[in-house]
């Protein structure tokens, strides 16, 4: 959705500032969602959603219904991850937007080879991944996430509000406090959509040639780019 007026980068990070001050270290989802539903309209939020549950959409919505919600559409995902948002978007009151790449993956294919995941998978997410959503943020002023602390190392510091510096917008982490369990809990107290791969051992779901399933009680995200160093797809870092 366009935007007609954002406000300046300057008056959106003061706002960000504001914000991460404003809000205890631990507030509650509900509380900073509504920190965001006074300071912002719906027009000019948008809440990020890899469709492997629906528990951070349906948080944002009880404040600000008819938001945006960018799905990543990299051409890679599970049948089960597509089936999620057609879900999501037939129960929910959003609007999801398939965030498309530049290319289709059979364009890929034949510029830069075949499965480029498996070559240069830093490339292939900065093409599949970070280019569109960069693109696709630059209609809002700020982002929700469903970054956790407890999701790895390089998460638990994972502040409630931030600027944004690489996409020049806020960004919004309501759940950043939770822990998994919370939000399967969440999501089955809800009746929420969510993708069945979670419970057939995948507690981190993304592209399907980069995603592995997990052996019980291993990190969540150890099987993201399983055999090799890769552990962030950039788009948070
Ligand atoms: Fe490509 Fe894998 Fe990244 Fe998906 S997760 S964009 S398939 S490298």
Same mark, same amino acid.
């Given at each position: 959705?366009t ?7 300057a008056e959106?990070?003061a706002?960000?500032e504001s =914000?991460a001050?404003?809000?205890?270290w631990d @507030?509650?989802?509900? +509380? &900073?969602?509504?920190w965001?539903?006074? $300071?912002f309209t719906?027009?000019?939020s ?7 549950d629906a ?5 944002v919505?009880e404040?600000l219904p008819g938001?945006?919600v960018?799905?990543?559409?990299t =051409?890679?995902?599970?049948?089960e991850?597509? @089936?999620?948002r057609? +879900? &999501? ?5 959003v $609007?999801v937007v398939d965030v498309k790449p ?8 034949s510029?830069?080879?075949k ?6 998978p830093a490339?292939c997410?900065a ?7 960069h693109?696709?943020?630059q209609?809002?002023e700020l ?5 956790r602390r407890?999701?790895?190392?390089t998460?638990t ?9 690489k996409?020049g917008l806020?960004?919004v ?6 822990s998994?369990e919370?939000?399967?809990?969440y ?7 969510v ?7 995948y ?10 399933k ?8 150890s099987?993201r780019w399983a055999?090799?160093?890769?552990t962030?797809?950039g788009?948070h870092?």
């Open positions: 959705m935007v007609t007026t954002l406000r300046s980068q959106l990070q706002l960000a =914000g001050a404003e809000l205890p @507030a509650a989802a509900q +509380e &900073v969602i509504a965001v539903a006074r $300071n719906t027009q000019a948008a809440v990020a959603c890899s469709m492997a528990v951070l959409p349906a948080l919505a404040q938001v945006d960018l799905f990543l559409d =051409g890679y995902h599970f049948e991850t597509y @089936a999620t057609d +879900e &999501v978007a037939k129960n929910l009151r $609007n530049v290319h289709t993956v059979a364009d890929q294919d510029l830069l080879g499965d480029l995941f498996a070559a240069d490339t997410c093409l599949r991944k970070v280019e569109p959503l693109r696709s943020l209609d809002y982002w929700f996430t469903g970054v407890d999701e790895a190392p998460r510091n994972t502040p409630l509000v931030v600027w944004d510096e996409n806020i960004k982490n309501p759940v950043a406090t939770w998994y919370e939000l399967l809990r999501s089955n107290d809800n009746l929420l959509p993708n069945p791969l979670l419970s057939q051992g507690p981190s779901i993304g592209c399907a040639p980069c995603t592995n997990v052996a019980p009680g291993a990190d969540p995200r099987g055999g090799t160093s890769k962030e797809c788009l870092v």
